[in-house]
């Protein structure tokens, strides 16, 4: 299995639009990378390929990697979409993907992801012939191609802002992917609330696993006179007794534990700061657009 990391931050990316925090202000200076918003590519042969996430910088990422560019004068290697959540850093590339000709798309998210795409101009179109989108119910196992295996494991999360941020059971699910030939497994789970028992047994079984990088404190966006802590906004913070780096770091692992969806007040997207040393102390890395591994 082939996972590409297409980008990386949390919606508006690094530099944000409207930001001149200090991580934007390294981007802009060429200081730090820069990130593109939150979303996965994967595959099992290199030619079918399925997304995790649909970012509004989809258009981007396709034309930064080869592989998910139209192989003929018309169409595209995209066979799908496993979606996470419904907010619009995760959705809001299907309004981009509106050309899509007789390319039918399937597309697969909880029941609550479903019916809010399904209630929205923008994405509604996708809920609908030719497309398929189905809902999974959680520890459903679906089939995405001749060796790819997808299990949607529901996290604890709410449903975005514009749809009164509610904790409902099947606001936000995470995906573990397995490739059957190699036997390599994958976590998806950029955005989670809490840290809960299936989601810690999906990581202490993946090779390759993707956490909710959103927020190193609680408080962070104080910092940039935003008053809305972490938790309300669906993101469990990464420091703290119930962060996710007490709770889901391992200091002795062999796999590989990456932060994605990563905000631009993050002071992990500092490699010199003490806030990174503490996630690299338990084996925690900082995903990157373009990031390419191989199960």
Not at 73 to 97: C, E, F, K, S
Not at 188 to 212: C, G, I, N, Q, Y
Not at 259 to 288: C, K, M, Q, W
């Amino acid at each position: 299995m082939i996972v590409r990391v297409l980008g990386s931050a949390a919606g508006g990316g690094v530099p944000q639009w409207n930001c001149a925090c200090v991580n934007c202000s390294a981007a802009r200076a060429g200081l730090q990378p820069r990130r593109s918003s939150s979303s996965f590519a994967l595959s099992g042969d290199g030619d079918s390929w399925w997304l995790v996430n649909v970012s509004p910088d989809v258009a981007q990422q396709i034309e930064a990697f080869a592989p998910l560019q139209p192989q003929a004068r018309r169409g595209t290697p995209i066979a799908g979409m496993l979606v996470t959540d419904a907010n619009v850093d995760h959705l809001g590339g299907l309004a981009v993907l509106r050309q899509t000709g007789d390319h039918a798309f399937v597309i697969r998210s909880t029941e609550t992801v479903r019916r809010l795409a399904a209630a929205d101009r923008a994405f509604s179109a996708f809920t609908a012939a030719p497309h398929r989108w189905d809902a999974v119910t959680d520890g459903e196992a679906v089939r995405l191609d001749d060796r790819l295996i997808a299990t949607a494991v529901y996290v604890a999360g709410l449903t975005p802002g514009y749809a009164g941020r509610e904790a409902l059971p099947d606001a936000v699910a995470a995906y573990v992917v397995v490739d059957t030939v190699t036997g390599g497994r994958a976590l998806f789970a950029p955005v989670f609330s809490d840290v809960t028992a299936a989601l810690r047994d999906a990581a202490e079984r993946a090779d390759l696993a993707f956490f909710d990088g959103s927020f190193y404190s609680d408080d962070e966006l104080a910092g940039v006179d935003v008053p809305k802590a972490a938790r309300s906004l669906g993101h469990a913070p990464i420091a703290g007794q119930t962060g996710s780096l007490a709770t889901l770091g391992c200091r002795e692992t062999t796999s590989r534990r990456l932060y994605a969806h990563v905000n631009n007040t993050n002071p992990i997207l500092d490699p010199a700061s003490p806030a990174y040393a503490e996630i690299a102390r338990y084996g925690f890395e900082v995903a990157a657009d373009g990031m390419e591994f191989r199960l």
